[in-house]
């Protein structure tokens, strides 16, 4: 519950207010006294008792009508509307007072949980994934998980995540779930654009973990340059009590110094003595050590995970110093890493010829490029078939990235589906093309996804590798706006593989 008058306190202390208009005056103060049970963007869900947010580029009048006729008295704007209601208070940043009021409706829970945050362009769900299991192992399973693939709020129950990153709304909801459910840690993926459009404004993390940095996520509809997209990705650093960097990412000088300015304390991983953590592959593809001179965190040991590439054994790291900071020890590191499973990365399947199945979200030029590299790396005999598409209706730019990914490491190219929605398949393909800059690679178009994996399972050599990209698990296909059945990379290749 929220009172007219605490809000008004809010507003002014993080300078969002504007004024308060009724149809008699405007004023700088509430003019009369007002609880507020429910908080909404949603004009479905709003009634007397609602405070409605009106945000969005999309939002219409019309959406505040309806919910008028429903019962509400009062909304939030960045600017008034003619229209019939009891109170407008206009502030001068929506989705910031959505944050702000947000957080305060549901009491503070972020103050009751210990916060992970992570971000970075690839390895956010693995390295998520990992904490949870180390955390899981550490706090009885009393640790909520917000990620890109799914969200839990008990620490065992799972559900498919709308957003990497909630609505300002929904996250504090969930966290005060999640509070209540008797969780006391929380991981959570944090998305460019939960900087962009202010879905974490005013959170602060215990511990933010950069991962790495390459363009991504650039387009009319999300981020206009690499450097927009950059500086809302480095804002986890500004807004973190302790960061986890990779000491070798592209400008690691850059946010080392952003950390120093805001006087947050680093703790470095990477594959250089330089960092205060070195990780080492061993001789077993899946184990690997972590050294680090001092070992404050008494960390140095071997360590052995169920994912395949080195580079996931460098997100393992960032797992294990973050876990660190929160509680955990090297005993439930070694045993969570053993343990956990990522959905969609770099799951393995084997054909009876002894051709590998790599099942795998990577979906940008830097995902990708890892994912072919390592693949190349394991299978020097064979071929490396590589079976894609790219999301319709945003991030045009990651469609030449993945083109140049595939050029540099692929020797075939099957170019498919994957969530088209609006746009036509066949064009996305085709701009994938356009980027495959190696006359070498043969390229081929099928753009019915499971045709194109069950041709490329019948045809693989006991030497080739077969990359299926970008679905991984998800059980669905987006075309124009909806949500059609579709089986998943993993379970089709799996189906195929025995019928073999």
């Known amino acids: 519950m929220l009172t007219l008058t605490q809000i008004q306190q809010i507003l002014e202390k993080e300078n969002l207010l504007r004024e308060f208009i ?48 429903a019962g ?55 390295v998520a994934y990992f904490i949870k299991k180390i955390l899981d192992i550490t706090t009885q399973q009393k ?38 459910n008797g969780m006391t840690h929380l991981v959570m993926e944090v998305s460019s654009q939960a900087y962009k459009v202010a879905r974490v404004y005013g959170l602060t993390f215990d511990v933010g973990i950069f991962l790495n940095i390459s363009p991504d996520h650039i387009g009319p509809i999300e981020h206009p340059t690499f450097e927009d997209y950059f500086y809302c990705k480095r804002q986890l650093v500004a807004n973190s009590r302790q960061m986890i960097l990779h000491h070798e990412i592209d400008h690691f000088d850059l946010l080392n110094e952003l950390a120093e300015a805001k006087k947050i304390p680093v703790i470095t991983y990477g594959n250089n003595t330089e960092a205060d953590y070195q990780v080492e592959p061993l001789e077993h593809p899946l184990t690997f050590s972590l050294t680090g001179a001092k070992d404050d ?54 054909k009876s010829n002894g051709a590998h199945i790599y099942v795998d979200y990577a979906h940008n030029y830097l995902s990708m490029k890892s994912l072919l590299a390592f693949a190349k790396e394991q299978h020097p ?21 993945l083109g140049q ?18 746009e036509d398949p066949q064009k996305i393909a085709a701009e ?8 070498h690679v043969q390229v081929h178009f099928e753009i019915d996804r499971k045709q194109a994996i069950q041709q490329a399972i019948q045809s693989a050599g006991p030497n080739d590798a077969i990359i299926l990209a970008g679905k991984g698990t998800d059980k669905y296909m987006t075309v124009n706006g909806e949500h059609l059945p579709y089986e998943g990379d993993y379970h089709l290749a799996e189906l195929f593989i025995k019928d073999e």
């Not at 963007?41 to 945000?55: G, I, N, P, V, W």
């Not at 008990?154 to 779930?177: C, N």
């Open 432 to 439: 994938i093309q356009q980027g495959i800059q190696n006359e």
């Open 72 to 126: 509400l008295t009062c909304y939030i704007a960045e600017q008034p509307y003619e229209v019939d209601a009891a109170l407008a208070i206009i502030v001068t940043d929506i989705r910031k007072a959505l944050a702000v009021l947000s957080m305060a409706f549901y009491d503070y829970p972020q103050n009751k949980l210990k916060l992970i945050g992570i971000t970075g362009t690839k390895g956010k769900t693995t």
């Open 22 to 69: 009724t149809p008699e005056r405007w004023s700088l103060s509430a003019p009369f006294a007002q609880e507020f049970h429910k908080l909404s963007y949603d004009s479905r869900e709003a009634d007397a008792e609602t405070l409605f947010f009106c945000k969005g580029n999309n939002f219409q009048t019309s959406y505040l009508e309806q919910a008028l006729q």
């Open 297 to 350: 965190l008494a960390l140095n040991g071997q360590y052995q995970i169920l994912l395949a590439g080195d580079f996931n054994k460098e997100n393992a790291a960032a797992a294990l110093i973050a876990s660190a900071l929160v509680g955990a020890n090297r005993t439930a590191g070694q045993q969570g890493l053993a343990e956990a499973l990522v959905p969609g990365r770099m799951n393995l399947l084997l």
């Open 381 to 401: 005999a064979g071929e490396i078939l590589v079976i894609t598409g790219s999301t319709g209706n945003k991030a045009e730019s990651r469609r030449a990235g």
């Open 405 to 422: 990914a595939i050029g540099e490491y692929a020797d075939v190219a099957v170019l498919t589906s994957d969530d088209p929605n609006y």
């Open 143 to 180: 640790t909520a998980l917000f990620s890109t693939l799914n969200t839990t709020l008990d620490g065992v129950t799972f559900f498919k995540s709308k957003l990497t990153t909630p609505e300002s709304l929904d996250l504090y909801r969930m966290m005060a779930q999640a509070v209540a």
